[in-house]
């Protein structure tokens, strides 16, 4: 990581959703290795989910949209993050939402 972030590299993605929470955990260890502020990296975290489950563990809905992030802000122990994809469309769900 530090040497990609010396190389000009400041884009990290997290796999989010598609990912386990391991992955997110490492992943905030090595950003916080690279001894930076924050603001000088990006972040990015993905949602959407399976249907497995809660209803609420899935899709595009404001919950879910708003406790994924605030689930890979913590996995990842950094303050934000700097884009949420949205890995696919939800159709059950209206834009307007």
């Known amino acids: 990581m530090q040497r990609c972030f010396k190389a000009g590299i ?6 989010g959703d598609h990912s386990s929470t391991e992955e997110e955990v490492q992943l905030g260890h090595a950003l916080k290795s690279l001894d930076v502020p924050r603001k000088d990296y990006v972040v990015s975290t993905k949602i959407f989910g399976t249907r497995l489950g809660s209803p609420n563990d899935w ?9 994924g992030a605030k689930s890979s802000i ?3 122990d950094c303050k934000y ?4 994809f949205a890995t ?5 769900t209206p834009l307007e939402e």
């Open 88 to 92: 696919r469309p939800d159709y059950d």
């Open 10 to 15: 400041n884009y990290f993605d997290s796999g």
């Open 59 to 67: 899709g595009l809905s404001r919950k879910h949209i708003i406790e």
């Open 81 to 84: 993050v700097d884009v949420v």
């Open 74 to 76: 913590k996995q990842l």
